[in-house]
């Protein structure tokens, strides 16, 4: 995973390979709901964790809840005063959550400062058990896009889209939404014109297998849509992809004519106060014993005190 990621860097900046926190045991990593207990204010929505800190903010991203496998930190507007710069909170971030393989990349195509932490070993996992882009949540579509080398990652907008470039700068871009609980729509900008083969084409790099749809029942369905045209369908799988209004979005059926009217919900919402970073938890003291009393030394006998209990002790001897 490390060389793909390399690959696809792109208008991403490598800052560095995080120092990977000492070995851990599975119960040290944190979860989605940790982060909800240890953190004072927080938004905590279907897979992911949103808050503001020092300036910063930061959302936390895991596909079952439990295994975090991606944080993107971004500056908070009109706030250019930190106590940490983007590197160090990521590596703060990382080290906290115990991320296993974690590298963070600095994308400088965005206005604000920002970044993303990865965490290679979860990322790498998922792209194994991804059929597709929206195979399920949106940290495995963006897993699936990272392993196939294909795209990159070539920003991310305020709302928390990602925004994703082809690496032969073929003219198609991508805007995923990070925010649902499953990623069931993306939608296709860019410069290249999306026709039946443009899409098709497409569909293929997501994973989404060939159109299968005959033309006549796409027209159809473009009708009940109210959309231009459906350029691709693939029957077995329901997706497809809607064009309407120079816009072109690949999905499920509602989910596409969501989008159309900006009723998805994919943008990240984050809290409106700033919380502070959880202090560490203070090793137990070992057990204090109570000290035993002293022993007090007799006082030395007098003479005549010694000469009287040395007479008492022969009267013993020839009792």
């Known amino acids: 995973m490390r ?7 792109g208008g991403l900046c490598l800052l560095a390979a995080l120092a ?21 204010n927080v938004n905590d929505v279907g897979r992911h964790v949103c808050l503001v800190h020092d300036g910063w903010q930061l959302a936390f991203f895991s596909d079952d809840r439990i295994d975090i496998g991606a944080i993107f930190i971004s500056e908070q507007p009109k706030h250019k005063h930190h106590q940490h710069n983007m590197e ?31 965490d290679q070993k979860i990322i790498s996992r998922l792209a194994e058990r991804a059929d597709h882009a929206l195979t399920g949540s949106p940290l495995a579509g963006m897993a699936f896009l990272l392993e196939q080398e294909y795209f990159y990652i070539h920003n991310l907008r305020p ?6 470039k082809t690496v032969k700068k073929s003219g198609v871009e991508l805007l995923m939404p990070m925010a649902p609980d499953e990623l069931s729509a993306i939608e296709v900008v860019g410069r290249q014109y999306m026709d039946d083969y443009a899409c098709g084409v497409l569909a293929r790099k997501l994973g989404l297998g060939g159109n299968t749809a005959p033309r006549s029942r796409r027209i159809a369905l473009s009708q ?3 959309v231009f045209n459906i350029p691709y369908m693939n029957t077995s799988s329901g ?17 596409v004519n969501h989008m159309f009217h900006n009723r998805y919900g994919g943008t990240l919402l984050y809290p409106s106060q700033a919380c502070d970073w959880p202090k560490p938890k203070e090793e137990p003291r070992p057990t204090e014993l109570t000290p035993e009393p002293e022993k007090k030394e007799a006082p030395p006998l007098t003479p005549a005190e010694a000469r009287k209990a040395y007479e008492e002790y022969l009267r013993t001897l020839g009792a």
Do not use: C
Request: glycine share 6%; no cysteine.
């Open 224 to 226: 009940e849509m109210g």
């Open 3 to 9: 060389n793909r990621v390399r690959k696809l860097l």
């Open 20 to 40: 990977a926190p000492a070995a851990q045991a599975k119960g040290d990593s944190w979860t989605l709901s940790k982060l909800t207990e240890e953190f004072s």
């Open 159 to 164: 709302n928390g889209y990602l925004h994703w």
């Open 239 to 255: 997706i497809l992809a809607a064009h309407k209004d120079r816009r072109v979005i690949f999905g499920k059926k509602s989910a």
């Open 88 to 118: 160090q909170i990521a590596r703060r971030a990382a080290r906290l959550i115990g991320m296993s393989e974690p590298q963070i990349l600095e994308l400088e195509e965005s206005k604000r400062k920002t970044a993303i932490v990865i």
